[in-house]
């Protein structure tokens, strides 16, 4: 989670794109803002936009899904036909929207996050945008629901599409629980897992203490993702890094 204080240490940096709440990796302002004005934006939904708009107010803005990152999930979920999905961490929903709005009219996300209030925010865009009866949100902690979720057997191998955006000392907890509840070819995706390029910061780096605190975490994740045999993996630059697991058996 990032303070408002973390927000603006992170915009008066230079060589880097300002716009509020962004996480590219790139290096280049100019190359990130050719990507949004010629590929992202002139094909964002209005909610979408409408959506990033409201989220760009909120002090914790970093916390949000990049719009390129948006548009990539939208694209991929249609490209897998998903159905049922899941999206652990939500803030105001801006990820979620990109799904829902993926979705097909019956299609289905059970959504989990901590603070009711900041879905809220976003919820009114949501239900403007004829998608919100495709939600199921889940106020508190995802490991008891998914540990709910895994003792019932018929619910293994349901879910076509997990996004997990949320604690960074958990995945590794939520990955043994996922891998059970998404389907045989079914994908999982992991957010930030390159971390504000802190994977590859020496130990002595200068790095921000949320930074610090969670990239042993995120580090530990990825070693994990790539031995694992039950998946396929493909880690990509997009937003702060997205790892997606496909999985094989």
């Known amino acids: 989670m990032a303070t408002k204080a973390e927000e ?22 100019a190359l990130y803002q050719y990507i949004l004005e010629t590929s992202v934006y002139p094909r964002e939904p209005e909610p979408m936009k409408e959506l990033r708009e409201i989220t760009a ?6 916390m949000t899904t990049s719009a390129d990152e948006g ?6 979920l249609k490209l897998i036909n998903a159905k049922n999905t ?8 801006y990820s979620l929207l990109a799904t829902a709005l993926a979705l097909p009219d019956d299609g289905k996300i059970l959504a989990m996050d901590i603070n009711r209030e900041n879905y809220e925010l976003g919820l009114p865009v949501i239900q403007k945008a ?27 191998g349901s879910f076509d599409f997990i996004f997990v955006d949320a604690d960074k000392d958990n995945y590794i907890n939520y990955h043994e629980r996922l891998i059970k509840l998404v389907k045989v070819g ?19 780096a200068p790095l921000r203490k949320y930074v610090r605190y969670y990239r042993d975490f995120v ?15 493909c880690m990509l630059p997009v937003g702060d890094g997205i790892t997606l697991c496909r999985r094989i058996k």
């Open 186 to 204: 079914g994908l999982i995706g992991y957010d930030n897992t390159l971390w504000n390029g802190s994977v590859v910061a020496p130990p002595d």
């Open 86 to 93: 899941m999206e652990i961490g939500v803030y105001t929903g």
């Open 57 to 62: 107010k909120h002090p914790w803005n970093l």
């Open 219 to 233: 580090l530990e994740l990825n070693k994990a993702l790539a031995a694992d045999p039950r998946i396929e993996i």
């Open 130 to 156: 004829g998608v919100a009866h495709k939600i199921d949100f889940k106020e508190g902690p995802a490991m008891p629901v998914l540990d709910g979720l895994v003792q019932d057997e018929k619910n293994h």
């Open 71 to 76: 548009q990539f999930l939208n694209m991929l």
């Open 8 to 29: 603006q240490q992170s915009q008066a940096g230079t060589g880097r794109h300002q716009e509020v709440g962004h996480k590219s990796l790139l290096q280049s302002d």
